[in-house]
């Protein structure tokens, strides 16, 4: 049974990898998601097909007391959704118990973001005389630029970039197509790059950024933020933190929640809305300097009524 249903597992991920298009690491995160559902049953002594809705709460509670994140808990539970939707549809079981199952609160943090000073801090670091720092920088200033995840970073290619018009096209999640304006920043930035490669001779790479001639990656991109912000003496920097402060600062500067929920490419408005909470306290903050009664008092009106 337990190898019948691994093998249902693999047919689910080629299912939704066809039907939906994930990117690769997202399918490898909800095998994993689902290994984890299959390692649970395993030790009840229940194959997953007979979970009934009470199980899964206990699996999930499990997976809180194992230190999983609320975010990856969330996901977990998004996998064992589409599962047993999955194993419905193609009729091994009749009834769904993952339908409509609560999932622990997923916006009870608030992602880090850096302050503008500290982003114009970051963007110094790279020795822009050498070609290594004209690429870092480069970089840097289109994911601030952008908001792009850093899958869709090294993804890009010379054909989605169009710097005259200040656009690039960037493939996100479920392969969904969009276009994101580019500031004068990173527009200059890049044209550096780009005549730094040029200097190279032919390139017979389609990719934008490069390493030693080859496409950048995931975790070369990683490594080089953390080495950047550690330069500028800022803690815990990811290439995820650009894509926050990049959003948290359009909304400081008074764009709405949907063009930005646009930009990052977003399917859902409440995955966006985690920002706001985030800009409350600037909200607040300029509300009571600017508005001209945020600091009048009862007992202000009174002195002056007297």
């Not at 039907?19 to 997202?26: D, F, P, S, V, Y």
Request: proline fraction near 4%.
């Amino acid at each position: 049974m337990v190898g019948t249903e691994r093998n249902l597992t693999k047919e689910f991920i080629t299912f939704i990898q066809v039907e939906k298009g994930l990117a690769r690491h997202t399918l490898e995160s909800y095998t994993r998601d689902l290994a984890r559902l299959h390692s649970w049953a395993a030790k009840t002594n229940k194959p997953v097909s007979t979970l009934s809705r009470s199980d899964l709460r206990k699996w999930i509670a499990s997976l809180s007391r194992d230190g999983l994140a609320p975010t990856s808990v969330a996901r977990a539970v998004s996998a064992a959704r589409g599962f047993f939707k999955f194993l419905m549809i193609d009729g091994h079981i009749t009834h769904n118990p993952a339908e409509d199952l609560d999932t622990p609160q997923r916006f009870n943090y608030l992602p880090k973001f850096l302050t503008e000073d500290e982003i114009n801090s970051l963007l110094l670091t790279p020795d822009v005389s050498t070609e290594e720092g004209i690429r870092d920088r480069a970089i840097l200033e289109t994911m601030y630029a952008s908001g792009l995840r850093v899958s869709e970073l090294v993804e890009l290619k010379q054909s989605d970039v169009d710097l005259l018009a200040g656009l690039i096209v960037c493939h996100g999640k479920g392969s969904k197509e969009r276009r994101v304006p580019l500031g004068k920043s990173a527009i200059h930035w890049l044209q550096q790059y780009s005549a730094v490669k040029a200097g190279y001779g032919k390139q017979s790479s389609p990719y934008v950024f490069l390493h030693r001639g080859k496409p950048f990656t995931r975790q070369l991109a990683w490594s080089m933020i953390k080495r950047r912000a550690e330069e500028a003496a800022i803690k815990n920097v990811s290439p995820h933190t650009l894509r926050h402060s990049f959003a948290t600062h359009l909304l400081q500067h008074g764009a709405d929640s949907r063009s930005v929920q646009a930009l990052l490419g977003h399917s859902d408005i409440s995955t966006t809305q985690i920002y706001t909470h985030i800009t409350d306290g600037h909200l607040r903050s300029s509300y009571n300097r600017h508005h001209p009664r945020a600091k009048v008092t009862t007992r202000d009106v009174k002195e002056k009524t007297t």
